[in-house]
């Protein structure tokens, strides 16, 4: 048996050795027939730009990608996003007495660099600086989170303005279940841990189930619906935590963080990577949760049919699928998204929840899931990305009224002009579709005039 392995490994060996040699030898002599290496090079550059063996150029094949259109679309918005947040930040500048041009180029630089700006306000630089970076991660995993719950939504033709909702509903099941069980030894805490994101994710799949029962059952319009059942879910939060014993008495208003009672998110290494800062194993988990969403849409036959509903609820009803089941699934699944979002945000160990305000205030990573959705144009994988410049652009408008002496409003103001823009993604992509629609119909009308000339 020992002596088949070896000589199993040598054979291995023997050839990629060989296969390796005939690279090599590739690079400057023809091997088995091809053309020497920096000729196909030569060649593959050539295709990118100029049509062979009857093929259209590569970049044009690229361009007509739907990827791209998105990818394209997304970008534009960013860049026009960031042009009118330069404009604002000269404006405001134009007519406020303190502020001078070198307050909107600090604006502007602090603008773009974001998380990364380490100067203040007497001098600019950037670089990498592990706590802001640890914090960042941490205020990036809850918007990935509701970003894909609004995205699965829209998969399947539905507006999930819930998500503010189902976040706290989440939020709420998760922390008392985690500061109710007493756990003392690692294991004991791990799996409270584990059992508190389990009953925050079916909190938040129930919560969401109402208005896709509204809407498959009663043709109800989830909007009205998920409208209702924010603001019932902040009430219930308040009531629920107002006068229990999780309420820190050294911050009224606040429940205790969750590492008093010895709870917390997995670091993963993160402390490791990060020392100082927040950053846990949430946002690991969140890209992970992003990679599962992306499988399920276009691997599964039941992604398929939430797509299918989707794009025509009463054709995929003909076609043998259950309409009602899919409609309510998949906001039960966009439910769960938002609330494990909540529930890994809140069990982060050093963050506090604020549950006297929830009853007139619902939380913003709620709502920023949607453009956050936009941008991506619901891609499973490009919400990560999303979610990523959101938080990036948060962090910016913060630094820029801290460092560039404007007004504190002015950095709310650039981030919703921003994530207006972003909302005109889709609208970006439909007009980049319908000029190759047009192109193609030219090409198809031109050979037909010419052969009833000829």
């Given amino acids: 048996m020992l002596k088949r392995f ?64 998105s990818v394209l679309s997304s970008l534009l918005c960013v860049g026009a996003g960031i042009a009118i947040g330069l404009i604002l930040l000269i404006l405001v500048a134009l007519f406020s007495k303190d502020l001078q041009a070198n307050n909107v180029f600090r604006g502007f630089f602090i603008l773009i660099s974001g998380v990364f700006y380490t100067g203040n306000a007497a001098n600019m630089s950037v670089g990498f600086d592990a706590f802001q970076l640890g914090n960042y991660l941490t205020r990036v995993t809850p918007l990935i989170l509701t970003g894909l719950s609004v995205a699965i939504a829209f998969k399947t033709g539905l507006f999930n303005i819930g998500a503010p909702g189902q976040y706290l509903m989440g939020t709420m099941a998760s922390l008392l279940v985690a500061m109710s069980i007493p756990a003392t030894t690692a294991t004991a805490q791990f799996f409270v841990w584990l059992l508190a994101l389990v009953v925050g994710v079916v909190a938040g799949m129930l919560w969401g189930c109402i208005p896709g029962a509204f809407k498959a059952l009663l043709n109800v319009n989830e909007v009205i619906v998920c409208i209702m059942t924010n603001w019932i879910a902040g009430n219930i939060v308040t009531w629920v935590f107002s006068g229990s014993q999780f309420v820190n008495p050294k911050s009224p208003g606040f429940l205790y963080k969750t590492n008093h009672f010895g709870i917390q998110n997995p670091r993963l290494g993160m402390d490791l990577l990060f020392p100082g800062s927040w950053a846990d194993g949430g946002i690991v988990i969140a890209i992970v949760v992003a990679v599962m969403v992306w499988v399920m849409l276009n691997k599964t036959t039941f992604g398929f049919e939430l797509k299918a509903c989707g794009s025509n609820r009463h ?9 009602r ?16 979002g909540g529930a890994l945000y809140f069990m982060n160990g050093q ?42 652009l948060e962090v910016a408008g913060t630094k820029v009224s801290s460092f560039a002496d404007y007004n504190e409003y002015i950095s709310d103001l650039i981030v919703a002009v921003i994530i207006y823009f972003a909302g005109f993604s889709k609208l970006i992509k439909d007009l980049l579709s319908t000029k190759r629609r047009k192109s193609k119909q030219v090409d198809a009308v031109q050979p037909t005039t010419q052969s009833k000339e000829a």
Avoid: C
């Fill in 351 to 392: 963050t506090e929840f604020q549950f006297s305000t929830t009853y007139q205030t619902l939380p913003s990573v709620g709502f920023n899931g949607i453009p956050v959705a936009l941008l991506a144009s619901s891609h499973p994988l490009g919400v990560v990305f999303s979610a990523a410049y959101i938080a990036f």
């Fill in 6 to 69: 070896f000589v199993a490994v040598w054979l291995w060996l023997k050839g990629a050795g060989i296969a390796v040699a005939k690279w090599f030898k590739n690079w400057f002599v023809k091997v088995d027939g091809k053309d020497i290496i920096p000729v196909r090079i030569g060649r593959w550059f050539k295709s990118l730009f100029v049509s062979t063996n009857n093929q259209p150029p590569q970049l044009v094949v690229l361009y007509q990608k739907d990827g791209t259109k």
């Fill in 325 to 340: 089941r899919n409609i309510i699934l998949s906001m039960a699944i966009a439910g769960g998204l938002s609330a494990l």
């Fill in 315 to 323: 054709a995929s009803k003909y076609a043998g699928m259950n309409d």
